[in-house]
């Protein structure tokens, strides 16, 4: 089992920066996707963006062309870098590993780190 633990949250003004970090432990293969998703107050969790070790990326309309997942496997860590930074992106964000063949909705999860986008 995969436990993964997140951090760099915090609050940003509109258009700033922020990087999360997801430091994983166990076995982290290239059969993993890693994912970061985020649930904002009385919103369904929606998928961010996901990535594996092969190269495929995938993201959310919504943040395509401001975030970026990347993934340093000598330390087992998946980051996302999130630019320009919007009030709508305020959530709590988590990361997730799941293996390819398993749905969104199943692996395993880290705690949620709070991003809050306000001036």
């Known amino acids: 089992q995969v436990q993964l633990v997140e951090s760099g949250g915090g609050l940003v003004q509109p258009g700033g920066s922020l990087t999360l970090s997801c430091a994983a432990s166990?076995?982290?293969?290239?059969?993993?996707?890693m994912g970061w998703y985020r649930q904002a107050p009385g919103k369904q969790r929606e998928l961010v963006a996901e990535g594996r070790s092969s190269g495929y990326t995938n993201y959310a309309d919504s943040v395509k062309g401001r975030f970026t997942i990347s993934r340093d496997n000598d330390k087992n860590t998946v980051y996302l870098q999130m630019n320009s930074l919007k009030p709508e992106d305020t959530a709590v964000y988590y990361c997730?590993?799941?293996?390819?063949?398993?749905?969104?909705?199943?692996?395993?999860w880290g705690q949620g780190t709070q991003v809050t986008v306000s001036s």
């Open positions: 166990g076995s982290i293969s290239s059969f993993h996707v």
């Open positions: 997730n590993a799941r293996l390819v063949w398993q749905s969104r909705d199943s692996g395993s």
